[in-house]
Nanobody
Framework: QLQASGGGLVQAGGSLRLSCAAS????????MGWFRQAPGKEREFVAA????????YYVDQMKGRLTISRDNTKNTVLLQIYGLKPEDTAVYYC??????????????????WGQGTLVTVSS
C-alpha cells in the first residue's frame, strides 16, 4: 500500500515536499515513481527512483525544480518541488513497480498506486 501526503495550496515560486509511505511487501519494490494529473489531462510522469541503487529520473520540463529521494529504513519516497508554477497544479500520485522491466516513465510499468495528493499553486 502507498500513502501520499504533503500536498496543499502554495503561492507561485514556493516549494512543497511530497511524501509517499509504503507498507506491506516493500521488499518486492524495484522502483518508485511520482506522476501527476491535472484536470482534463492525462496522468504524466514527474520523477522516479530505483529502490536499491537510488538512481533518479526526472521529466525534462521540470528538471532543476525537482529532487526525489528515498529512505529505505522508513520505506518512504520524497519529492521536493521548487519554484512552483500555476501549471504545476495537479493531483500527484506515487506509484511502485515490482520489476525493472519497461521504461521507468511509463505508468503502465507500475503495479501499485497511492490515492494522490492535491497540489494547488496560486498565481
Amino acid at each position: 500500500q502507498l500513502q501520499a501526503s504533503g500536498g496543499g495550496l502554495v503561492q507561485a515560486g514556493g516549494s512543497l515536499r511530497l511524501s509517499c509511505a509504503a507498507s506491506g511487501q516493500t521488499y518486492s519494490m524495484n522502483r518508485m515513481g511520482w506522476f501527476r494529473q491535472a484536470p482534463g489531462k492525462e496522468r504524466e510522469f514527474v520523477a522516479a527512483i530505483t529502490w536499491s541503487e537510488g538512481m533518479t529520473y526526472y521529466v525534462d520540463q521540470m528538471k532543476g525544480r525537482l529532487t526525489i529521494s528515498r529512505d529505505n529504513t522508513k520505506n518512504t519516497v520524497l519529492l521536493q518541488i521548487y519554484g512552483l508554477k500555476p501549471e504545476d497544479t495537479a493531483v500527484y500520485y506515487c506509484a511502485a513497480a515490482r520489476f525493472a522491466a519497461g521504461t521507468i516513465a511509463r505508468k503502465e510499468v507500475y503495479d501499485y498506486w497511492g490515492q494522490g495528493t492535491l497540489v494547488t499553486v496560486s498565481s
